[in-house]
């Protein structure tokens, strides 16, 4: 997700007072207070205001994009043994084996525009609903409506398989389980008949089981889970959730109370301090860089933010985004033209804000987008896409300087690069030459389907030993999956 507070201010030294203890509101005490105090809706025009920087706008009837990068190679959906075929129009599956033989045909229900795997799952979004199949069970598949003008995400990550469906403008968000076929409204969990939530600033514990997003008309977040009856309501913009904590944000000028909750709603502590961007909770501590590159620490028994260090932003730079990763042991700083890694100690590993000296600057392209970030990459594209990165010491894996990025592998440690108009996949290992086909990446990083316009579709590893497999004529939209 982008970040949802202003561009970075001049940068400050930290630790304001911090505010009187607060407490998160029930939907009653809500409802209870709305009656009893005037809106404040200078306060709510703000906050439309911070939010819609991120909000991604959509056109036609559903847009797609990932909201995170796929999850990692130990991850349930690295692992696949099939490779599934869906016609474009008619929405039919075809399920092959890696010798190119076709085992199972699913019967298709219209035009579908994109598809997402996770193990033995497939997604299939269509302009008014997704549709699962479980293609390890002989079952019909489960359909999810979508109003027409939503945006949908998939939320990615090693344990779940999990969409949610906003809109570009605000309005309700509802998050679909791909694994049940179940929704959680957030909109109805809150009584909320016209409700104004951006899917931009919804944040999630790592197994997916707690979603916090902002409520623009209220000035305020709700948190929900898919087991409870109602949403517990907190102050301010969110940042972070985990198990057992939540920290929200209120942005003062150039300034932030950055509170922390534990999960029942208590206001644990709150200090004012630099806006922001994001960051994730270690124990009892919350780890988090600023709009202005501080890397700060406060815990949820103190009442003051510790400046551990600064990231150098270029001039005429912003943070973008902060993101985990590395099973939630590293902060991604992503700029528009630069990176950095923080460890948990916030200590920076690596950052780009300085010239390469082996980069070319003319042949280099934009660096890797925020959404290639998720707790289970392991490897980012750094230095303006001349480098791949290794996230655990911030060392150098290949150097990919002069091509375009063209597939993620799910840990990101491999890419589909095209140089001079020829793919190939590089990475840890020796590279692959691909041909000059479009080609799809299998998520393990180890294998690409080359889709040529015309001839056969192939199956091809990055084992020299391993020979092509043809797949005969595959012409729709393809994906991995488990079975």
């Not at 793919?423 to 990446?441: C, K, N, Q, Y």
Request: glycine content about 10%.
């Amino acid at each position: 997700m982008h970040d949802p507070f202003p561009p970075p201010y001049p940068d400050q030294e930290s630790v304001a007072a911090p505010r009187p203890p607060r407490r998160s509101r029930s939907l009653a005490d809500a409802r209870s207070a709305i009656r009893k105090k005037r809106p404040n809706y200078g306060a709510r025009r703000a906050l439309v205001g911070l939010v819609a920087v991120a909000v991604v706008a959509a056109g036609g009837f559903v847009a797609w994009r990932t909201l995170q990068a796929d999850s990692g190679e130990s991850s349930e959906s690295a692992r696949w043994n099939k490779i599934v075929n869906v016609d474009r129009i008619t929405g039919v599956v075809e399920v092959y084996n890696t010798d190119g033989e076709l085992e199972q045909t699913r019967e298709g229900a219209g035009r579908v525009t994109e598809i997402s795997a996770f193990g033995s799952r497939v997604a299939l979004m269509r302009s008014d609903a997704i549709v699962f199949h479980d293609l390890s069970a002989e079952v019909d598949p489960v359909e999810v409506e979508i109003a027409a003008g939503s945006t949908l995400a998939r939320i990615a990550n090693g344990a779940t398989f999990q969409f949610v469906v906003g809109n570009a403008a605000g309005g309700n968000v509802i998050i679909v389980d791909g694994l049940t076929g179940e929704s959680l409204d957030v909109g109805m969990l809150a009584n909320q008949t016209s409700p104004r939530f951006f899917v931009d600033s919804l944040r999630f514990n790592p197994d997916g089981t707690k979603f916090a997003v902002a409520d623009t008309r209220n000035f305020q977040t709700l948190v929900v889970e898919p087991d409870a009856e109602a949403p517990v309501f907190y102050p301010d913009i969110p940042v972070a959730v985990s198990d057992n904590f939540v920290a929200t944000a209120g942005v003062i000028g150039t300034s932030a109370d950055v509170g922390l909750f534990d999960q029942t709603g208590q206001e644990l502590t709150s200090v004012r301090t630099d806006p922001p961007v994001g960051g994730l909770f270690v124990d009892n501590e919350f780890l988090f860089v600023a709009g202005t590159g501080g890397i700060y620490r406060m815990a949820t028994d103190s009442d003051k933010a510790d400046r551990l260090g600064t990231v150098t932003i270029p001039d005429g730079d912003r943070i973008v985004s902060v993101r985990s990763a590395l099973d939630d042991t590293r902060l991604v700083v992503t700029g528009q033209a630069f990176e950095a890694v923080i460890d948990l100690s916030g200590i920076i590993l690596m950052e780009t804000s300085a010239p390469i000296e082996d980069a070319d600057p003319a042949e280099a392209v934009p660096g890797a987008p925020a959404s290639m970030v998720s707790s289970d990459t392991r490897c980012i594209p750094a230095g303006g896409a001349t480098r791949l990165t290794d996230l655990s010491d911030g060392s150098t894996v290949v150097g990919i300087a002069g091509t375009q990025i063209v597939r993620s592998s799910a840990d990101g440690c491999g890419l589909i690069i095209n140089r001079a108009g020829v793919h190939s996949i590089v990475g840890r290992d020796a590279a692959t030459m691909l041909g000059t086909a479009p080609v799809e990446f299998a998520p393990d990083g180890r294998s690409a389907v080359v889709v040529p316009p015309t001839g056969t579709t192939e199956l091809v590893s990055t084992d020299p030993d391993t020979e092509r497999v043809a797949l005969g004529t595959l012409t729709g939209l393809i994906a991995f999956v488990k079975i």
